[in-house]
């Protein structure tokens, strides 16, 4: 076999660039394929209350907003995922649903976003018609591209942070709150989305809860196996008045299908033509600022100092007592505590302008159903 040669590569510093007849000024801008594609996050509105024991007041209760540390779920994970591809200086274009926000919040979230990203553009939306115009036409008040706009930025990536059903994107979770069904996805709203807005390239990220999941039973009975009857089975005695044999019905377990080519998931590759990528599983917002395990440490650690804990872990008891404390565990409260106070509460919501400390996770309901992303293509 001959020599093999090693693939020459080259890095160029580019200060300005024309783009179909747009110019662009860059620092140090790494040369890429993506320049001329657009990266959308749509973040939507977080209204849901968090917690056992609020259904005691349910007239009220999906009227309530959601805790100081949930309120910015999406806002933040929006943001991680910004941060994350800052080096590569993407043309990212944030749609936030204006519902269930505040104006100081939906200001601060616009400035966090333009501090990472200074030329990211932040459209506020109010409805999922304005969602799906913004993306086939780059004009979210105007239905059809009349000048091309969306030609000459074709879609690389959606990135999609909301609340979730079997069949739906939940934006303002249906059948829960008025005013709702402008504002979530479902499938005629899938089918708006124009394929020609799209990149051959294009992936869409869902990270709601069961965009991947068709089988509406398995939403209903919140796991994947059910108790299906099986005919009767004979005890062998006889009634004494019928003399009929006594019988009790069998019962079996079954495993329900997934019903993926049902789901909202395949609807959207279908669609659009992008690779979807989606839960089938509830989805997992809660470690967006810190971990259940890094609340309960610094809660006993702080119980050291007198403060009552209100969480209970048996790991971390033997911090009650501030004698106990190790070094490692001074460090890791001390880290925490630095992370901790760069946070703003803002209108009651806990802010932080370096976004989600961790990822969305695949949840553990409903029982039995794969918990890892899944990826549907055009069919």
């Known amino acids: 076999m001959g020599k093999q040669l090693k693939k020459a590569t080259s890095v160029f510093s580019i200060k300005k660039v024309t783009i179909k007849g747009t110019e662009k000024k860059f620092e140090n801008k790494v040369l890429n394929n993506d320049i001329g594609k657009e990266y959308i996050i749509v973040i939507a509105p977080q209204k849901y209350q968090h917690g056992s024991g609020l259904l005691k007041n349910a007239r009220n209760y999906w009227k309530n907003d959601a805790g100081a540390n949930g309120k910015f779920m999406f806002v933040l994970q929006g943001l991680r995922r910004v941060k994350l591809n800052q080096e590569f200086n993407f043309n990212w274009t944030i749609l936030m649903y204006t519902y269930g926000y505040t104006e100081s919040q ?20 109010a409805s999922y018609q304005e969602a799906i115009n913004y993306i086939n036409t780059k004009n979210k008040d105007k239905a059809t591209d009349d000048k091309k706009l969306r030609e000459k930025c074709l879609v690389e990536r959606v990135f999609i942070y909301c609340h979730g059903f079997v069949g739906k994107l939940a934006m303002g979770l249906t059948n829960r709150s008025s005013g709702d069904e402008k504002l979530d996805w479902d499938e005629k709203v899938a089918s708006k989305l124009h394929k020609n807005a799209f990149s051959n390239s294009a992936k869409l990220y869902s990270f709601s809860c069961k965009t991947g999941l068709g089988n509406l039973e398995i939403e209903k009975e919140n796991n994947i196996k059910k108790q299906v009857y099986d ?16 019988s009790h019905a069998v019962y079996k377990t079954i495993t329900l299908p997934l019903l993926g080519e049902k789901s909202l998931a395949q609807k959207l590759a279908n669609n659009t033509g992008a690779m979807v990528h989606a839960y089938c599983s509830r989805s997992d917002y809660e470690d967006t600022l810190n971990t259940p395990d890094e609340l309960d440490f610094m809660e006993y650690y702080e119980a050291g100092d007198g403060k009552k804990p209100a969480r209970v872990n048996e790991r971390y008891k033997y911090l009650l007592n501030k004698k106990n404390r190790k070094p490692e565990d001074v460090k890791r409260y001390d880290t925490l505590q630095k992370i901790d106070k760069k946070r703003i509460l803002i209108d009651g919501g806990r802010f932080d302008f370096d976004g989600a400390r961790y990822p969305v996770k695949g949840g553990t309901t409903p029982v039995g159903v794969p918990n890892d992303m899944k990826t549907y293509i055009k069919k």
């Not at 939906?106 to 459209?123: D, G």
């Open 106 to 125: 939906i200001t601060k979230t616009k400035e966090a976003f333009q501090k990472l990203a200074p030329e990211c553009n932040f459209v506020k939306i």
């Open 231 to 246: 005919g009767e089975e004979y005890s062998g005695q006889s009634s004494p008045t019928t003399m009929i044999p006594m």
